[in-house]
């Protein structure tokens, strides 16, 4: 089982749809969750932290669901500019007791006029 | 402007060189990484630092060797022994290596192997 799974998508949407990502993880014991925004050829750029009782941005929430080693990533009123790749990224100690970031592919999403 | 910054933006190699990568951060953190990224593919980890003259192995070391001399840079060498190169190069840092940190990445080198 891969360590952090996402749907690659495309996923294209028309402007003002609202949007749902998910993310599984394997690891049971990882302690830090983000979600990450990446456009074509440039760095990833955090988008929001992931806290165990939801957290909302404006137009983006996001979910943990422990239990099932789950994360969900919500846009609502979709906008061109919300077009990019959506990377979902866990973090936490591995045996070796260092911190690391595990990073999904990503999911794409195409917001069309 | 406090940032990490990575050059040469763009890089092109000839087969069998070594190639060295700079990057540099002046947030004053503690981890630094190094990542590739493949077409449509993941950010895979290539070496990492927690603090200066420390580093370790990622998941795809080989053909790759790291410095951690200052707290500011942790340059990436790619060797020759690495046969698939071509690829995006993504420096990161975070404040230290506890949890809920984030990372900040760098802009990124695109080396290409001619």
């Known amino acids: 089982r891969k360590e952090v799974e996402q749907d690659p998508g495309p996923f294209n949407v028309p402007e003002g749809a609202t949007v749902a990502f998910n993310c599984t993880y394997s690891n049971s014991a990882s302690q830090s969750f983000f979600w990450y925004r990446q456009d074509c050829r440039k760095e990833p750029k955090l988008l929001m932290s992931?806290?165990?009782s939801g957290n909302e941005d404006g137009r983006f929430t996001a979910q943990l669901n422990r239990a099932s080693q789950y994360i969900s990533l919500l846009i609502r009123d979709s906008k061109l500019s919300d077009s990019a790749t959506y990377l979902c990224?866990?973090?936490?100690?591995?045996?070796?007791?260092?911190?690391?970031?595990?990073f999904g592919k990503g999911t794409k999403l195409s917001v069309i006029p | 402007d406090g940032g990490i910054t990575q050059s040469p933006k763009y890089l092109f190699r000839k087969e069998g060189q070594n190639v060295t990568l700079s990057c540099e951060q002046n947030l004053n953190h503690d981890a630094m990484y190094w990542y590739r990224q493949d077409p449509g593919q993941g950010l895979r980890l290539i070496y990492y630092s927690q603090i200066v003259n420390d580093f370790q192995k990622g998941d795809i070391a080989e053909g790759y060797s790291v410095s951690r001399e200052k707290k500011e840079s942790f340059p990436l060498t790619v060797t020759s022994a690495q046969k698939n190169p071509t690829a995006f190069y993504l420096c990161?840092?975070?404040?230290?290596?506890?949890?809920?940190?984030?990372?900040?990445f760098g802009q990124g080198t695109r080396l290409t192997v001619v």
């Open positions: 990224v866990v973090a936490g100690y591995s045996g070796a007791g260092s911190y690391q970031l595990t």
């Open positions: 992931v806290y165990s």
């Open positions: 990161a840092s975070s404040i230290s290596h506890r949890m809920n940190t984030e990372a900040f």
